[in-house]
């Protein structure tokens, strides 16, 4: 069975520099049936303004990754980490224990558009640790590409909670296909474009919840990003 989460009935805030769409309930947002999905507990599509940004802030006991879809974002924390995140890399950091962290638009031009995703951990009190890395457009393309595990496996992230993440890139009439098993869950959120899962249309920033044993087949409309979860409990 699934349940389509439309980009419409997402939580909304906006302060002139950020706006922001929740998936689930985060900050102001509150909606007791949507307070995640398995161990996914956040996304959030976040478009901030040139030059602005999340001002130095602490996190603690959550797997949280970072997905540019346009422009480029800084990132610096506690850690001692800095870098700056672009389309194509894939970015998580653990904050276990707890961490600082700051993420500012990193051009005084254009806009950043990412998705900020928190999942789970699978036990609270880990070393906080981050770990980023490049998936290219070639590496997406018509294929469901591994960015985040459980194991790291295949050149993906490290994730400390039983979810496999996948990315795909996909052109008009493109096609793949996943096997969901009974004991797991899925979710599909649409990052740009418009796609037919299972034939059911789905436009930018749609999400689909799955549950039970499930043939999920993803079909380009238009040229499209989409991101799947493949989760354990």
């Known amino acids: 069975m699934f349940a389509i989460r439309q980009s419409d009935d997402r939580g909304l805030a906006n302060f002139g520099w950020l706006n922001s769409r929740h998936t689930f309930s985060f900050g102001h947002y509150y909606d007791p049936r949507f307070m995640g999905f398995g161990p996914l507990r956040v996304i959030n599509e976040d478009r901030v303004k040139p030059a602005q940004g999340f001002d130095t802030h602490g996190h603690s006991d959550m797997e949280i990754i970072s997905y540019v879809l346009d422009g480029a974002l800084e990132h610096k924390d506690s850690m001692g980490n800095g870098s700056i995140i672009k389309p194509g890399d894939v970015q998580r950091m653990s904050a276990g224990t707890g961490v600082r962290h700051s993420e500012f638009n990193a051009s005084k031009d254009d806009s950043v558009h990412f998705l900020q995703i928190w999942i789970l951990p699978e036990k609270d009190g880990i070393e906080p640790s981050y770990e980023q890395k490049m998936f290219t457009e070639d590496d997406k393309r018509g294929v469901l590409k591994l960015v985040g595990s459980r194991d790291g496996r295949d050149g993906s992230v490290t994730i400390h909670r039983d979810v496999d993440l996948y990315a795909t890139v996909l052109a008009a009439d493109d096609v793949v296909r996943h096997e969901l098993q009974a004991s797991r869950k ?12 299972n034939g059911e249309a789905l436009s930018p920033g ?7 044993a499930a043939a999920i087949e ?13 989760m354990g409990d």
Do not use: P
């Not at 993803?218 to 493949?230: K, S």
């Open 186 to 197: 899925g979710w599909l959120q649409v990052a740009r474009g418009s796609v037919e899962f």
């Open 206 to 212: 749609d999400g689909v919840a799955i549950e039970g």
């Open 218 to 230: 993803i079909r380009g409309v238009e040229d499209a990003e989409v991101l799947l979860f493949d």
